[in-house]
């Protein structure tokens, strides 16, 4: 999550977009949910059981 090597393009529909963008994948490339936006401050990873941990920023800072 820190190289920066990994590109990918973001999406952030409305979720009734979203639900219907993932069951009919209308583009060229798979669409894949990855996580949600929330009125909660912060960047959390929630994993398989449901446990939420706060996301450590990291990685190289440009003109630093």
Sequence with gaps: LSDGEDFELLLPPPASVAEQMLQDQPLEVPITRIGQITEQAGIRI???????????????????
Excluded: I, K, N, P
Aim: hydrophobic content about 30%.
């Design 46 to 64: 929630v994993d398989e059981s449901g446990a939420a941990r706060d996301l450590t920023l990291a990685g190289y800072e440009h003109g630093s």
